[in-house]
C-alpha cells in the first residue's frame, strides 16, 4: 500500500507537471520574404513583427511618434503576451462593441492575428503596440466572403474601421508591464 501511494502521488506531479507545460505558450520567430518583417508563430496564434525598417509612412497609430521605434525581439513578444493575458480581462471592464460573451476579446485571444509595432514612447518607455484581427472565421463565414485575407506574415500595416470585436488594438508598455490604449472597433 506505502508504494502504490508513493508512486500515485509521483503520477499525479508527473500529470501536473504535463499540464501546466502543454499550457505554456511557445514562440518561434522567423524571417519572411519581406526583409522589415518578421513572422511570430506559436502553438496558440501567429502574427507579423514590424521592423523598424519598416516605412514609417506606412504605419498610422493613432498618438505615437512612429520616428522612435525598435524592433521587438521574441523576448519582448512573450513578455507582451504575459502582460497581454495578465491585464486584459481588466482592461475590457466595460466590455465596449461586444454584444455577447462569444466575441469577449479577453475570452478569445487565441483567435488573433497579431502585428506588432515597437515604439518608444515620449516618456522613453519601450512599448509595442498589437492589432488584432479575427482569424477564427466559420465555413458559413468565409461562405459569405467575410474572411479577412490580409492575415499573412509580410502583409502590411493595416488600420480597420468598423468591425466590433473582430479588430481592435492595444500598446503593451513593456518598462512599466502595462496595457495602455485598449480600443475595440465600433459596429457600422
Same mark, same amino acid.
Given at each position: 500500500k506505502f508504494c502504490i501511494f508513493y508512486y500515485m502521488k509521483f503520477l499525479t506531479v508527473i500529470s501536473i507537471l504535463f499540464i501546466l507545460e502543454s499550457c505554456k505558450t511557445t514562440i518561434n520567430t #522567423? /524571417?519572411?520574404? =519581406? /526583409? /522589415?518583417?518578421i513572422g511570430v508563430k506559436s502553438n496558440k496564434f501567429r502574427g507579423t513583427i514590424f521592423k523598424n525598417s519598416y516605412s514609417k509612412d506606412k504605419l498610422f497609430i493613432n498618438g505615437i511618434d512612429s520616428i522612435n521605434r525598435f524592433t521587438p525581439t +521574441?523576448?519582448?513578444i512573450q513578455l507582451a503576451e504575459i502582460i497581454l493575458k495578465q491585464q486584459i480581462e481588466k482592461q475590457n471592464n466595460p !466590455?465596449?462593441?461586444? #454584444? =455577447? +460573451? !462569444?466575441?469577449?476579446? =479577453? +475570452?478569445n485571444l487565441n483567435k488573433y492575428f497579431r502585428q506588432y509595432v515597437g515604439f518608444i514612447n515620449a516618456n522613453g518607455d519601450s512599448v509595442i503596440h498589437i492589432n488584432f484581427y479575427w482569424d477564427r472565421f466559420t465555413l458559413m463565414e468565409r461562405m459569405k466572403r467575410y474572411e479577412d485575407r490580409r492575415l499573412d506574415f509580410t502583409s502590411d500595416f493595416t488600420i480597420v474601421l468598423d468591425g466590433g470585436s473582430y479588430y481592435w488594438n492595444v500598446n503593451v508598455n513593456l518598462t512599466k508591464d502595462? *496595457?495602455?490604449? *485598449?480600443?475595440i472597433n465600433g459596429e457600422a
Open positions: #522567423f /524571417n519572411t520574404t =519581406d /526583409n /522589415n518583417k +521574441k523576448e519582448d !466590455r465596449i462593441n461586444q #454584444f =455577447d +460573451k !462569444r466575441h469577449y476579446v =479577453d +475570452k502595462t *496595457l495602455e490604449r *485598449l480600443e
